[in-house]
T-cell receptor, first 116, second 113 residues
């Protein structure tokens, strides 16, 4: 079974600075998807960024980018120019590449605080 | 992407009672996923609901405690039965519209007293 590990329960960063959240995963599959989700106090799960394992290029969405190291099974999220609205729980998640709808396996989460 | 309407958004229930949570999707989907998020924890999959067949439950979750209905391709319910304070959690439904395109309901915050 696949597992996802986030080793940082909490992180904090000064507004406008850059922060990196860590995520490692364990799988024997070669085809899969990785995600970062954000959960603010509203409870709504918001997709931040997605990475297909077969793509070597790291995904980027505006101020959010990932460092995907497939051999090391590492998938970190970098947030540049941190804003107060970035404060939330961040979850790393894994999806098998098998055909058909598949469940997400989540990491334990990292609580990100932005200091003004 | 799909839009999911989940309700209730929150409820406070007496122990020993049951609560049914509803999720309505604005388009047809094959599978719906039900997750539990205990206080301060991550999301754990309870079961996968496929229209026309019984739900598939993850280890540690049983149908008698969490019965699921999936009467059509746009709707599903999760019931939390015979509740105890340990069932106090956020419950979320989710669908996958395409590979990697997951949408979540807004969650139901359940408090059992």
């Amino acid at each position: 079974a696949q597992t996802v590990t986030q080793s940082q329960p909490e992180m904090s960063v000064q507004e406008a600075e850059t922060v990196t959240l860590s995520c490692t995963y364990d799988t024997s599959e070669s085809d899969y998807y990785l995600f970062w989700y954000k959960q603010p106090p509203s409870r709504q799960m918001i997709l931040v960024i997605r990475q297909e394992a077969y793509k070597q290029q790291n995904a980027t969405e505006n101020r959010f980018s990932v460092n995907f190291q497939k051999a090391a099974k590492s998938f970190s999220l970098k947030i540049s120019d941190s804003q107060l609205g970035d404060a939330a729980m961040y979850f790393c998640a894994y999806r098998s590449g098998y055909q058909g709808a598949q469940k997400l396996v989540f990491g334990q989460g990292t609580r990100l605080t932005i200091n003004p | 992407s799909a839009v999911i309407s989940q309700k209730p958004s929150r409820d406070i229930c007496q122990r020993g009672t049951s609560l049914t949570i509803q999720c309505q999707v604005d388009s047809q989907v094959t599978m719906m996923f039900w997750y539990r998020q205990q206080p301060g924890q991550s999301l754990t999959l309870i079961a996968t609901a496929n229209q026309g067949s019984e739900a598939t439950y993850e280890s540690g979750f049983v149908i008698d405690k969490f019965p699921i209905s999936r009467p059509n391709l746009t709707f599903s319910t999760l019931t939390v039965s015979n509740m105890s304070p340990e069932d106090s959690s956020i419950y979320l439904c989710s669908v996958e519209m395409r590979a990697g395109g997951y949408t979540f309901g807004s969650g139901t915050r359940l408090t059992v007293v």
